[in-house]
């Protein structure tokens, strides 16, 4: 009797712990998106064309923080559960580098002729290609659409090799702007839109308030942004964050982009490789490759660029934004919320938990994740509609009918 007293105990004891873990879930972690726009009529061709975010994401249960969010997503990473067949190109730069992009055609499963159909551009993140499982289920969601997407992969990435001894930067927007005006070259009738992850939705950022309404794109979305260099290092060198995310990053860069080109990097005598193979931390990558192989003055230059402040005007096409306040890449405090309130051509839906590039949801994550849900339904809305925004005190309609 005794040990069924305490079995009876345990058993109360435990479903106590259940219900208060899931009233804190459902009070703190089940909320919908909150928008922040100036454009009246860009917030409502939005919320209108998408309605996941007007519903109430519900991230998974057992790892619904930022931190465990973004770790899970990185294990999927390591799975390989969906597969895509990509088409590969090189395209050449003017310093003799090669850049890898990865065309998933959709020519057996598209309602649109080849030389009509939409392109979506995919970059990934800092260390990403287009074989990461966040981009992969980003593709296929794209080509369910009818769709045709390529993956925009950093020089060295993509298991591609460097020709010379330049690697990539966020702040640099000759790779992309050569790769973009490829594909516009390459198929000048279709509307093109492009999508950025972290360190590639900087990339993105970067090249659209560089070009301005002279990007050849139509519309982006920009996923996981890392708005503030400097807050963003102070948050991934926090003890956990640096020993679960920022360490696994920089051995990540390591491995796939230095350790690979040794022979080339070692011929940039600006470069001391023995200190970049001993790079612990994202900084220390940053310090010790990027800062002199692009003639930064130290690393503070470097970050400086990377921000976003005072830029966010210059983007002239719709750009929608998606962040969670608990991302561990890019903390709330680094989200530059009244900056954005000023822009006509820029909508924010921030959520308060996703984590980094992450947004997964159901007890197993293994199927779609709300920023599929949403980043599938802005290229619909961008592709099928006209758009209109207001730039300028100008009425500008974008027009994909053809």
């Known amino acids: 009797m005794h040990i069924l007293d305490n079995f009876g105990l345990f058993g109360g004891f435990v479903g106590l712990i259940f219900l208060l873990y899931m009233t804190y879930y459902l009070l703190t972690a089940v909320n919908r998106p909150v928008f922040i726009c100036k454009n009246e009529k860009l917030r409502t061709f939005m919320t209108t064309n998408m309605p996941t975010l007007s519903e109430r994401f519900w991230p998974t249960v057992w790892c619904f923080s930022g931190r465990l969010q973004t770790i899970a997503q990185g294990i999927l990473n390591t799975m390989n559960i969906v ?13 003799g580098g090669e850049i890898a ?5 959709n020519d057996d499963g598209s309602p649109y002729e080849t030389s009509e159909r939409p392109i979506v551009i995919i970059i990934p993140g800092l260390a990403g290609s287009s074989e990461e499982d966040y981009i992969k289920r980003m593709v296929i969601a794209a080509l369910e659409l009818g769709y045709r997407v390529v993956v925009f992969n950093n020089r060295g990435l993509g298991q591609t090799k460097l020709k010379t001894p330049r690697t990539f930067a966020m702040t640099k927007s000759e790779d992309t702007r050569l790769v973009i005006s490829h594909i516009r070259a390459s198929y000048p009738r279709v509307p093109l839109i492009a999508e950025g992850f972290s360190a590639g939705a900087i990339t993105l950022f970067h090249y659209l308030s560089h070009y301005g309404e002279d990007s050849h794109l139509q519309a982006a ?5 890392l708005f503030e260099a400097f807050e963003t ?7 956990f964050n640096l020993h679960l995310l920022n360490r ?27 200190s970049i193979l001993q790079a612990r931390t994202a900084r220390e990558y940053h310090t010790r490759l990027t800062t002199p192989m692009f003639g930064y003055e130290d690393w503070k230059e470097f970050y400086k660029e990377c921000c976003t402040a005072g830029k966010m005007h210059m983007v002239k096409i719709p750009m929608l934004i998606l962040n969670a306040a608990d991302d561990p890449f890019a903390p709330k405090q680094s989200i530059p919320i009244e900056e954005i309130k000023q822009q006509e051509n820029v909508m924010l839906a921030l959520m308060s938990h996703g984590g980094h590039n992450a947004f997964l949801t159901g007890f197993l994550p293994t199927g779609r994740s709300f920023d599929v849900e949403v980043f599938s339904q802005f290229v619909s809305a961008i592709f099928r509609n006209n758009l209109p925004i207001i730039n300028n005190n100008k009425e500008i309609k974008i027009n994909n009918n053809r």
């Open 83 to 95: 597969s895509v067949d990509y088409r590969r190109e090189m395209v050449h730069t003017p310093d």
């Open 101 to 105: 992009i990865d065309w998933a055609d």
């Open 221 to 225: 979305m920009l996923n996981s942004v």
């Open 233 to 239: 290092t102070r948050s991934i060198e926090s003890f």
């Open 248 to 274: 696994l990053l920089t051995k990540a860069l390591v491995q796939l982009v230095v350790l690979p080109n040794l022979d080339i990097l070692s011929q940039n005598t600006d470069l001391d490789i023995p």
